[in-house]
């Protein structure tokens, strides 16, 4: 069975991540989440803090994966430290395949024994991105539906 990481900003978490998460835990026995310590963008959470988020959301929703780890550098690299023959990501509408399949066709470069995997999300969580949920919770709206609650908590601390 091969060994998978999921690798992303998570900033924060959101239902459509863990929706990911469920699916891959389904064909991969050995899932290690990575959370990306230098993002291009700027995030509004600390790699620790989005770390420790992930963890309770995970515990919260009682889905369990081998490990959560920060990386920074390439995700190839990280993969290759952690011995995944796999990278995992969640694809949601049309606009999110121009970038992914770069990064697929970059990373396949890079290191062409690692094979990109993408699974779809519920369309339920086809709109979702932390993007939103964080500009929905800054504005004061509920944004229940879209993350667990430790996160809304942790948002909230941010914005208040
Ligand atoms: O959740 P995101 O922000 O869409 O995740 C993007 C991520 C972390 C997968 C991507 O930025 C990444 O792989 N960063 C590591 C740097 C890298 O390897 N770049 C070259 C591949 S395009």
Redesign the pocket.
Known sequence: MPKALY?????PITYGHLDIIERAGKIFEDLII?I?E????ETLFTPTERKEITERALEAEEISVSKVIT?S??????AEKYERESIV?GLRANSDFE?EF??AL??RD?APEIESVFLMTSGEYSFLS?SIVKEVKELGGDVGTFVPEIVEEKLAEKFN
């Open positions: 690798p992303g900003s998570f900033d990575g990306v230098n993002p291009r963008k990386f550098g390439l995700l190839v690299n990280c990501r970038y770069q990064m970059t990373n890079l932390s």
